[in-house]
């Protein structure tokens, strides 16, 4: 099912949401990642990819609740009083976070005490469902969220927010900003951000919360979608703007200016051998977390025969594109390089193509470069498209339940990658919103609330079927 807000007249705001659209997000990346007004992503490198490993972690979910969710999560009242014309309170809680061994190890200790706040109607008659939300990329503070879920409360729904792992005041001292320092930082945020929720839902789900829903922005809403097929119960999920997998806004969208390459592609080689086995370690997993094995093939160099994880036609062509203009590009170079060093033969220097050999010599090197900067982008493809593609992870019980709103515009999110994840999830629906990225996010607010308050409406079929 999709669906387009707006109908053939657009409204005002769709209007400047169209106006500003990709060309804003376009701008934003250009001004905040291209000129290095912040560091990049990963620029120490991969880490240990290890840190994430899906057939063992499918073990501690075996049995509901598992057992290291044995902790008392206390509540503390921060404040009450009207807002949006209900009756209101706030709490917060600070717990442990529930990962251990390896993955706690990984955390910085300052991510190792989770944070969550709650806001719900005063009255407990009123309270007919809470929603967890998740964080997006640079979402340090709680209050996007809960400026987001809190005119819900007028239908009875609670927000609850996750304060993420090296976000906020769980952000280690040596991060600037967002910018974690390893790809293995991405998939710990990852892992530990889906674990610490899945404790919440269990708490939220012991309580007067009759109903459960998830929702996340962007990298948020990856987050929500893995949560939400995790949970043993019913659970609505709204995903906003949301990808199917992170390769996609790192490798194909506005965030690849923002990623570090020249660490990556240093150890590419180096580390190949070590990132290829983990890929096939944790492509192996018995007890039916993940749906697909990924059958990674080996890059050994730049003419080898390339091919990413095949579950998504999309991956395939861009490695093979990738490879082959990279390829092309240093080709081209070459040949160049070559006629000028044979027209300078024989010839006054000062009139020969020796000058220009030198400059296409610098040309060449730069692309060689670049090349070696192809190869890291598609071996963070393919790590990405293992750890973080949401298709690799059982649907949803109730996917009726489920809608996802992708934006028209969307330069960090294409909207295939949300219709993939909308073709893993049958039953679910797809909303369009105009604009972009950035813009949406701005502007299209009431859309995202009207799609939460519709999935949360939706259990009530999942529970008759």
């Not at 790809?183 to 109903?211: K, M, N, P, Y």
Request: with cysteine; net charge neutral; charged share 20%.
């Amino acid at each position: 099912m999709v669906k387009l807000f707006g109908g053939q007249q657009l409204h005002l705001i769709d209007q400047i949401a169209l106006l500003a659209g990709r060309k804003l997000d376009l701008v934003y990346a250009s001004l905040v990642h291209q000129l290095r007004l912040s560091p990049g992503f990963f620029r120490q490198g991969w880490g240990d990819l290890g840190v994430v490993d899906f057939e063992e972690d499918a073990k501690l979910f075996q049995s509901w609740p598992p057992p290291h969710f044995d902790q008392q999560l206390k509540w503390q009242k921060r404040q009450e009083g009207q807002s949006w014309g209900v009756e209101c309170e706030t709490y917060e809680v600070s717990f442990r976070t529930p990962c251990h061994g390896r993955v706690y190890d990984a955390l910085p200790p300052e991510s190792r005490i989770a944070n969550a706040r709650l806001l719900q109607p005063k009255d407990p008659q009123q309270r007919k469902a809470c929603v967890l939300h998740l964080a997006g990329t640079g979402d340090h503070t709680w209050h996007r969220r809960l400026n987001l879920g809190g005119p819900l409360l007028q239908q009875g729904i609670a927000t609850m927010v996750l304060e993420s792992p090296f976000y906020g005041a769980r952000k280690p001292h040596y991060q600037f900003a967002s910018q974690l320092h390893r790809v293995s930082d991405l998939l710990t945020l990852g892992r530990s951000t889906i674990e610490e929720s899945l404790c919440l839902l269990d708490w939220a789900g012991q309580h007067e919360f009759a109903r459960l829903g998830m929702c996340g922005f962007s990298m948020g809403g990856v987050h929500a979608s893995m949560v939400a097929s995790l949970y043993p119960g019913d659970v609505a999920c709204t995903t906003l703007l949301a990808p199917r997998s992170a390769s996609g806004a790192f490798c194909h969208g506005a965030l690849r200016s923002a990623t570090s390459w020249a660490p990556l592609a240093a150890v590419v080689d180096e580390k190949q051998q070590e990132i290829e086995a983990t890929l096939m370690r944790s492509a192996r997993s018995t007890d039916g977390l993940i749906e697909a094995a990924r059958i990674l093939s080996t890059l050994n160099t730049a003419s080898a025969e390339s091919q990413s994880p095949a579950s998504h036609p999309s991956n395939a062509a861009f490695a093979q594109g990738i490879v082959h203009s990279a390829q092309q590009r240093v080709q081209d170079s070459s040949d160049r390089q070559q006629q000028h060093v044979e027209a300078g033969v024989g010839s006054d220097r000062k009139n020969s193509g020796i000058d220009a050999a030198e400059k296409e010599l610098g040309e060449l090197w730069r692309l060689r470069r670049g090349l070696a900067e192809d190869q890291a982008c598609l071996r963070l493809h393919q790590v990405l498209e293992t750890y973080t593609d949401v298709t690799r992870f059982h649907p949803p019980r109730c996917t009726k339940a489920a809608v996802l709103v992708g934006a028209t515009d969307d330069a960090y999110v294409s909207p295939q990658s949300v219709q993939e994840l909308a073709a893993h999830w049958p039953g679910s629906e797809v909303r369009w919103v105009k604009g972009g990225h950035v813009s949406a996010f701005l502007l299209q607010q009431p859309a995202f609330r009207r799609a939460i308050n519709d999935s949360i409406n939706r259990l009530e079929d999942c529970s008759t079927l």
